[in-house]
């Protein structure tokens, strides 16, 4: 099986002996990065603040899924925060945001309320998808965030066209596209990549690297010589490692692929190392099999990107241990009152499950009123 | 009237729409600087230049979801498929991104994508390229499917699909491109979701879509000259929506229908017809509901039977005799 | 007898198989050391190894491509789809390569192939994971397509499609893998084909395949309990081959059916069933044929709205109540 | 669009200005290698003879066409038959061959008759594919032939599937899929490469590269650094560049793709540069507005393999000026009876149309005669 060479440098927090919190790599060049140098402490506070958002959130979410509160799938995104929040720290505006099913934390950075979303999970009409798609699928097109999407690399193609569409209407901006590592073996990716590169497309491919699919490895799902993300290269697509726990690398990364899709029209693909602490899905049974405890023990202790971020700036001197815990305690709030928010909120109707089926039904334009369009 | 071919008056329908709307571009393999595999979108990449008419590589996947991201965001991609038998490499985009995404987004995003092409078997290409997968595709609630059997309709469908604010799919006919009908000048649009009347009888109603229609207008021809027997043929044209209220009046004043379709049979839209038929107008029919369909095998590549694998007028007059 | 569960049966014909063949062997995301994501193929990795339970990676057109063309090399790959959903982006190689190859090519090749995974709704995973692709792929001449609703039917279903040599696609259900039923602990097989009377009745026919059989057979319970009528319930168990007879058998009796199954209305398998029925038993019909499918639109996510979206005992009882 | 760095090796034909026939780049080191210099005499004027049987083939089988005699496509094999040639000319007993739609050539060296071809395209039930599969569709399992597949790199994963049974049954043998350098851009391609790398099968995918797919170019449809096989090195897969006119060095190239099959169960990458005289198909109107003619006729000028093998033969003393034309009139005779063959050959039987679509029922087993097999 696999002949692959890996890099120390993706690998590298995994093969460590070293016993005390590890930083970044090379943290001094990323944080002197233009890009973090302009960031204010406040900055630096809102994203600590937003890594607690997203673990919250997703905590509460947990139990109530173990409650039977909710349906479906659960795919936690606790450990990866510093990847949503790293790279959506140096996003413009006019930029779009797309991705795959654990994408709880990009959902709640890109503006949407953490009411919507747990009224989401718990199927309600006041949902960010009305109750209709539940955790794999959150949409807020209206603030540029275009799902959640459940068919692994399903949204590959889709965010070339939001890039596509950009470029033709002549706006700025461009897509962030994420994915995961098992992803990145779906030939849908693959066509997306030659598209991006051919036609100079917008698009920033980010690969979330936590070294498992489901249960299976990196090693036992690709085939690869040095990375995955080196891959763009038989497309001639620029491409990066990120190491995920350095919120400054991340960032930097980041904004470079921005800057050369802004600029250039030129896409990128970015593979992020990062790692998830809970199942595939909270159904997963197996979540401890593939992975020993020791590893996600490991992970937990000394990667943990928010604790990491939360040192960093203490370090740093930009914030306390008392600011910290007050961020903290604001996004339990926050986390609270959105429970509360979704257990008040009514469900869909009946009749809702044919409404947002067709667009000329709903707006019954005339369009809507020929012919049949529901059969049963 | 001029009479111009069922390709040309597709090809004027994407020309009227290109200049109506900005958003609209023309996507898919060979449409730009080739003029188009099957020459629909001749001289358009001439007269309209690169930004509206893009060629593409052989990756359906990919830029028919391309097409679908780029539709949610304000364009209306007109994505051409070569056939719609390669819809299958881009099923998943097509059935999940088309199909499913204003849905789950709450009716938050919509996609007014059109994807046309040719979707018939009876040119010998073999069973890879002859697939017609309305019948599978209209199964898909949030999708839209028409099914053009003459020039006229043709451009009046096309122009309204793509205007339309939901997926639309556009299944033609290479066995009709090269065929004439009267198409005015002016402009016209033709709603989804009417059938029409392509021939009136009061014996037995032919009820079909695409070139099936064809077929049911001479097995009419077949059924007054050799048996007295005079056929209504309703063009369904759209099949999501569909007609219903066509169907039942039709089937009211001949209390009899045969329905041919060009589908293989099992799950064939003349199965949901037939359906639809004996629920809604049971005490109406005089005999069971006819169906006349492709033969039941892959498409065989050998001509000649190629020819009698799809239903051909004797075999609908025959289904008509069996029922009169 | 003892009782096992759907999921349990189904893994008793696996190995069962496994050990019976040597070129049996299972192919599919997941299914080896993670023991399935729906445990199905629990134990078989620890039992029979690496060579015969094979992890993927999340590749689905390219393993269910390498099924079709290891299977035209003798061996008798099953492959599993973590969902039938997921069939989407394979599509291609199911339809033309599984479907059509042995056709296009006179007949000299076979493709002795299993894919098998749950096909359903039901269980809140939202749209894009709950298709139930039977009716569109029972459209294709040359594959067959099971749908067994029970243990003792999953475990003999699958063992006759792993031995038969022709594309075999069994469509599961993960609202049933934890339900048990008796299965006698000697081998057996259940020819494909061969629809089973669940229940029987002589004041009308519920005839439904999967889940819908359960929902069918509470259905009767309440009919009978509230309402003196008395259901006959008719499993189809294969889709295609389809036991036509056994369906013209219980309309003999009842002359009165309801379809029932989970597809979407346009074009489901109940669409076809009611076509034959009206066609071939039009005059022992008391009333129309009524269907009971799944509200025609994409799965919803909201859990207590998905269970009403889906066939309910309640609604088919309201049906019947209609039509008799 | 694109940012192709082309390599001058695979496109330095086209670019020459050289008026003389261009012998292959490393002359020497190709027919010097092993396999090569094991040639005798009598192989090198049966690969000549080959290329006759391929072109005649095909050139009155154009006839045929262009008369009406024959339906659906003709995608002509002539100018790259050097490429059949010189692949299957190393080829092993126990190695199968699965290609495109594209594959007259491959089909005609891997045994089967003219006759049984020709009647295939005349829709004959006396065809490799009793008249059921066409041009596209021509298959000989009992000849290890694989096909002859319509739609684009669908048989790329099926090739896969081959090696994996033979490599799973302990069998000898590889895989040589062809595919062509529009091919590469399906998903199905990608996802074939990595499982062939992640599990050490032994298959080869040998792209024609012909520099069209249909009008489009390789730089319109394809965005690579230095070559399409080089994606390969994304899945840790060893490729190779190959002029595809010097027969000797197509050979050396297969021969060390086939060998690592064997020895080491790995997979190949190969890219052979060709060039295709007619339109895409027979009926491609266009085949002369995506090229100049003079491009054309260069190529049949000056880099026609055939005429190329042949001057090889004469100059190396192997074969006389005789002796090639004795191969052609051998190859025309074949021709004329396979012609004689098909047409005198009954086509299927209306009843054929419901036979051979499944097993069961064309034997006749139990399970072919239970339920309901066929619908109408
Ligand atoms: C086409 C398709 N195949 C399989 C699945 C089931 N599935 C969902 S997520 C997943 C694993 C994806 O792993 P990765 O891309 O690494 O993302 P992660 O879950 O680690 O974030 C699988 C196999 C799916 N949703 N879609
Ligand atoms: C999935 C799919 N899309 C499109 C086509 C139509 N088509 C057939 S061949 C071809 C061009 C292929 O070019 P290439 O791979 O370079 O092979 P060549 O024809 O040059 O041998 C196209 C677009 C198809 N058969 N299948
Ligand atoms: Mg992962
Ligand atoms: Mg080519």
Redesign the pocket.
Known sequence: MGRNQKTSRLNRFVTTTNNTLVGPATPARSADAEINQQLTAADKLEMLGDMFRIRRFEQTALQYYQAGQMGGFL?LYIGQESVAVGTLSVRGDDDHVIG???THGQALLMGLSMKECMAELFGKSTGCSKGKGGSMHFFAPDKNYWGGH???AGQAPLGLGLAYALKYRGLKGCCLCY?????VN?GAYHESLNLASLWDLPVIYII?N?R???GTSQERSSAYRTSLAARAEGYNIEWDMINGEDVYEVRAGTWKAIERARRESRPSVLEISTY?YYG?SVADANAKKYRTPEEIEKYRQLHDPLRLWQRTLLEEGVATEAQAAELDAAARKEVAEAVKFAQESPLPAEADILADVYYEVDRQTVAGRTGRHFFN | MRRITYRKALNEALAEEIERDENVVIIGEEVAQYNGAYKVTEGLWARFGDKRVVDTPISEAAFVGLGVGASMLGLRPVVELMFWSFAYVAYDQIVNNAGCIRYMSGGSIHVPLVIRGPANAGTNVGATHSHTPENSLANVPGVKVVCPATAYDAKGLLKTAIRDNDPVFVMENTLLYGESWEVPEEEYLIPLGVAEVKREGADVSLIAHGRAVITSLKAAELLAANHGIHAEVLDLRSIRPLDEEAILRTLAKTHRAVLVDENKPFCGVSAQIASIIQEKAFDELDAPVGRVCSLDAPAIYSPPLERIQLPTPERVVEKVLQIT
């Not at chain 1, 994915?179 to 992803?183: F, I, R, V, W």
């Open positions: 795919h795959g099913y654990r459940g068919i692994v994915l995961g590592d098992g992803a779906q979330e936590n498992y699919s489901m998830r595939h």
